[in-house]
């Protein structure tokens, strides 16, 4: 298992994805409006969850900005991965 999963890592590997500086990913930002399809957010759920993190692309698919999806994970987390 790597280090767990932060709203920083999920933000720079965001910004990756889309080809931008991290801190133009905003927490509320819409990330489709942003460029974000659907095979990317499937890139990103599958290496999130090497973390170890039980994450599936419909616990993102609910949530269209980067504070909603790290709620998600937040939740996930407390309930022990």
């Known amino acids: 298992m790597s ?4 709203l920083e890592r ?3 590997d965001i910004a990756a994805q889309l080809g931008e500086a991290p801190e133009d990913v905003g927490d509320d930002d819409n990330l489709m409006d942003l460029g974000l399809d659907s095979m990317r957010v499937l890139g990103l759920v599958m290496k999130w969850g090497e ?7 419909s616990h993102l698919a609910e949530h269209t900005t980067l504070a ?13 991965g």
């Open 3 to 6: 280090e767990p999963l932060t």
């Open 10 to 12: 999920m933000r720079h």
């Open 51 to 57: 973390s170890g993190l039980p994450l599936e692309f």
């Open 68 to 80: 909603g999806w790290w709620r998600v994970v937040q939740d996930l987390q407390r309930k022990g």
